[in-house]
């Protein structure tokens, strides 16, 4: 499925309020997907299979359970390229922003490159990002989401940042910036990556991160 300069706003479903795909290919090339409600992924749901957002705006869907703009699992694959995940929210549960969601037996794969994801909220864990699978983010701004834990980032998975900013994030309880827990962060500060200026501390358990 291909969608090019279109607008999926303010739509309703169970999973998926915006865009639900399943063991496919989606690709969605600038316009937006927005204002969209779901139990589970108020935006985009992609489950299994390949998904590519260029240059889309992705904003204030909310889920009430997971994944308030857009939840990828079971092995699923999805690129996010100049788009901008803003102010989109999880109610009662994980990652307002985006939910990369892996298990033990399956790698689901983000890839998060020249793109802005802020103000995003989460009732749990994980405002902005919640990574339990690979996730790698290039060039990206990562500002002012807020979650009970893991404000900006919460990482149970593989996480590596490349000139990537996480700042200004709030956590109610600890790990404002990111907070990792059984997984690996990678930050490669000599990109530029920083973790600055986020509350009530930068990090929990990630090297090379003060705070």
Same mark, same amino acid.
């Given at each position: 499925?291909?969608?090019?300069?279109?607008?999926?706003?303010?739509?309703?479903?169970?999973?998926?309020? /915006?865009?639900?795909?399943?063991?496919? *290919?989606?690709?969605?090339?600038? #316009?937006?997907?927005?204002?969209?409600? $779901?139990?589970?992924?108020?935006?985009?749901? !992609?489950?299994?299979?390949?998904? %590519?957002?260029?240059?889309?705006?992705?904003?204030?869907? +909310?889920?009430?359970?997971? /994944? &308030?703009?857009? %939840?990828?699992?079971?092995?699923?694959?999805? *690129?996010?390229?100049?788009?901008? !995940? !803003?102010?989109?929210?999880?109610? +009662? #549960?994980?990652?307002?922003?985006?939910?990369?969601?892996?298990?033990?037996?399956?790698? *689901?794969?983000?890839?998060?490159?020249?793109? !802005?994801?802020?103000?995003?909220?989460?009732?749990?864990?994980?405002?902005? @990002?919640?990574?339990?699978?690979?996730?790698?983010? %290039?060039?990206?701004?990562?500002?002012?989401?807020?979650?009970?834990?893991?404000? &900006?980032?919460?990482?149970?998975?593989?996480?590596?940042?490349?000139? *990537?900013?996480?700042?200004?994030? @709030? $956590?109610?309880?600890?790990?404002?910036? @990111?907070?990792? +827990?059984?997984?690996?962060?990678?930050?490669?500060?000599?990109? &530029? +990556?920083?973790? @600055?200026?986020? %509350?009530?501390?930068?990090?929990?358990?990630?090297?090379?991160?003060?705070?």
């Amino acid at each position: 499925m291909e969608v090019v300069k279109s607008h999926i706003d303010n739509n309703t479903a169970d999973q998926g309020g /915006g865009i639900y795909q399943s063991g496919s *290919t989606v690709t969605v090339k600038g #316009g937006s997907i927005s204002g969209n409600q $779901a139990s589970d992924a108020g935006g985009l749901y !992609l489950l299994g299979g390949i998904g %590519r957002l260029t240059g889309t705006k992705v904003a204030k869907n +909310t889920a009430s359970g997971n /994944g &308030g703009g857009a %939840r990828v699992a079971e092995a699923g694959q999805l *690129t996010l390229q100049k788009v901008g !995940l !803003l102010d989109n929210s999880a109610l +009662t #549960g994980v990652a307002g922003g985006l939910f990369v969601e892996g298990t033990e037996v399956d790698d *689901t794969i983000a890839v998060v490159e020249d793109s !802005l994801i802020e103000n995003n909220t989460a009732s749990d864990i994980g405002g902005g @990002i919640d990574n339990s699978g690979v996730a790698v983010l %290039r060039n990206t701004k990562v500002i002012g989401n807020q979650a009970n834990e893991g404000g &900006g980032i919460f990482n149970s998975g593989t996480l590596t940042l490349f000139a *990537t900013k996480v700042v200004k994030n @709030i $956590a109610v309880t600890d790990g404002g910036g @990111i907070f990792n +827990t059984l997984g690996t962060v990678e930050l490669n500060t000599a990109t &530029g +990556t920083v973790v @600055i200026k986020n %509350r009530p501390n930068n990090c929990v358990d990630v090297p090379g991160c003060a705070g």
